[in-house]
């Protein structure tokens, strides 16, 4: 008991700060891509992914999206870091890091058109594909989840925080599915679709982190 409210404590001084800032950069993530979608409807969502809106007039936005959505990572990590107390839990903060790291690349590298086969792709375009293929933040939320679940303050969000870990992790696989082997894109598949499902369903747990961590803080000071 003495172990977890140093712990809790640690989350007041530090944590409550980073876990409002990954509420506000998650909640400006979705505006800024919802905004994209009416900016630039150029790109059909169903089939396009939503680094192709790099590409048009408002491309600022999908690297300030992209930067916001790494700063949602890291400030949920360091917020729950003092949480974290298994080997499951750690490693799913080495993979939500990297996540963070691929998406940081991600932001930098402007992708290739959907339509231009892998053999033509540019640097800036193999760059940006290296950074997304490092995002595997469903796989850290639900490592994370299953070692924050073992905490009394975490507890009660346990159904929430795996729920919504397995709805990421099912976004993920159903995105890949939708992948075409021979890498040629068109209407018809729904892979731009099923990636915007599964960037939500990624703000969606890094938000409840977010929202509940903010509460332990609120509650301690109290």
Do not use: N
């Not at 800024?32 to 590409?55: G, V």
């Not at 400030?75 to 003092?82: D, N, W, Y």
């Not at 595997?136 to 070692?147: C, E, G, R």
């Amino acid at each position: 008991m003495a172990k977890q409210l140093v712990m809790v404590k640690s989350l007041t001084m530090t944590g409550s700060r980073f876990a409002l800032a990954s509420i506000i950069a998650g909640g400006l993530f979705v505006l800024l891509l919802s905004s994209l979608h009416l900016l630039e409807p150029e790109f059909d969502p169903t089939w396009r992914f939503i680094s192709e809106y790099a590409l048009g007039d408002f491309g600022w936005m999908m690297h300030l999206a992209f930067g916001l959505l790494a700063l949602a990572q890291i400030s949920v990590a360091i917020t729950i870091f003092p949480h974290i107390r298994t080997v499951t839990g750690y490693i799913g903060l080495v993979i939500l890091g990297i996540s963070a790291i691929g998406v940081i690349i991600a932001g930098i590298f402007v992708t290739d058109p959907i339509t231009v086969s892998p053999d033509d792709a540019t640097f800036s375009g193999s760059m940006h594909s290296i950074g997304a293929m490092l995002d595997y933040t469903p796989v850290a939320a639900l490592l994370i989840s299953l070692s924050l679940s073992r905490l009394d303050v975490w507890r009660p969000m346990k159904r929430v925080l795996l729920t919504s870990a397995i709805i990421a992790i099912v976004a993920m696989l159903l995105f890949v599915i939708q992948i075409p082997q021979d890498g040629q894109f068109g209407p018809g598949v729904l892979a731009g679709m099923f990636g915007r499902f599964l960037i939500l369903a990624d703000i969606a747990w890094l938000t409840i982190v977010g929202i509940h961590a903010t509460k332990l803080g609120a509650s301690k000071k109290m």
